[in-house]
């Protein structure tokens, strides 16, 4: 009898300074490749034992196969994590937003939705409901202002409007909100006064990072570029990876819309799914951390 296992290939990934990232057994399940018109099954190696992954990760990590029948190399040491953080935030609440919930929750993940609460519940924004289920689950909801209003450009009793009725809204639809984002990473030292003195925690700009964990300046974290339509699965990798080669640091990740073909402030959900399935292994194998950016902060 054979076992499942049998036929066997090795995949090493290469990270782009030719460092290996890590190598993982590629095994082509028989049984299921036997009965599954799909085709075969691919399945990562880990110590607790085998994991289903797509062959869409395995191309997308830029995996080469390799026959088993030559000597295989010794596995070289995997990335080891020992001070960086990646935040996943999500911001102004599209209602595309809601398809990552499953793909979070699948792999105890917790991501930051930065909503507009003027929004919610409206044409192509997520309810009030959704918002509830994704907090349930564990993700936090911050403020990212009553309209999306560019914080530079208002003052007065309309600045506070736009920032403490926000977070009003947020705490009666039964949130805890310590974290807010500004509109477009726009913000002065007024603003970013008002939002103090509206209760938050801390406030997200949109460029800059990484940052440092304690953040040089809570109110104005800084973030890695936006992710975009053509932002590629290894580039949102060495956006990690190369945080800890440079000793380290606080990773967030900023995403605005989920779909394929909307606009460039979009990531499409395979590529969010596969990047979820690198991140959650590398938390589980490697020692990187997932937190929300009020966990971080320390709400
Ligand atoms: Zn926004």
């Given at each position: 009898m054979c076992s499942p296992w049998d036929v066997r290939t090795i995949c090493t990934v290469w990270t782009p300074r030719s460092k290996v990232l890590k190598s993982a057994v590629i095994t082509h399940n028989r049984l299921v490749a036997g009965s599954n018109p799909a085709g075969p099954t691919y399945y990562l190696m880990k110590p607790s034992g085998f994991v289903e992954i797509s062959l869409i990760l395995l191309i997308t990590l830029g995996c080469m196969p390799a026959p088993t029948e030559a000597t295989p190399r010794p596995s070289p040491a995997p990335i080891n994590f020992t001070n960086t953080t990646v935040s996943l935030t999500f911001d102004?609440?599209?209602?595309?937003?809601?398809?990552?919930r499953p793909i979070l929750s699948e792999r105890g993940l917790h991501a930051t939705f930065y909503i507009v609460s003027g929004f919610?519940?409206?044409?192509g924004y997520m309810t009030a409901g959704q918002l509830r289920d994704l907090f349930e689950d564990g993700n936090e909801i911050g403020g990212h202002t009553l309209n999306h209003?560019?914080?530079?450009e208002v003052r007065g009793a309309d600045l506070e409007r736009e920032i403490c009725q926000d977070r009003q809204n947020l705490l009666d639809h039964g949130f805890e909100v310590t974290s807010f984002a500004y509109p477009f990473g726009h913000y002065d030292e007024v603003s970013k006064q008002v939002v103090k003195d509206c209760g938050y925690a801390n406030a997200r700009a949109v460029?800059?990072?990484?940052?440092?964990i304690p953040p040089e300046d809570p109110f104005a974290l800084q973030a890695m570029p936006y992710i975009v339509q053509d932002t590629t699965i290894n580039k949102l990798m060495r956006y990690v990876t190369g945080a800890e080669v440079e000793g380290g640091g606080w990773v967030i990740l900023v995403f605005h819309r989920v779909c394929t073909?909307?606009?460039?402030?979009a990531i499409d959900l395979e590529t969010f799914t596969n990047l979820a399935d690198w991140l959650a292994y590398q938390r589980d194998l490697n020692g990187l951390v997932i937190k929300t950016v009020g966990e971080v902060i320390g709400r």
């Open positions: 102004d609440g599209a209602a595309d937003n809601y398809a990552v919610t519940g409206t044409e209003t560019k914080l530079t460029t800059g990072g990484p940052d440092a073909g909307y606009n460039e402030y």
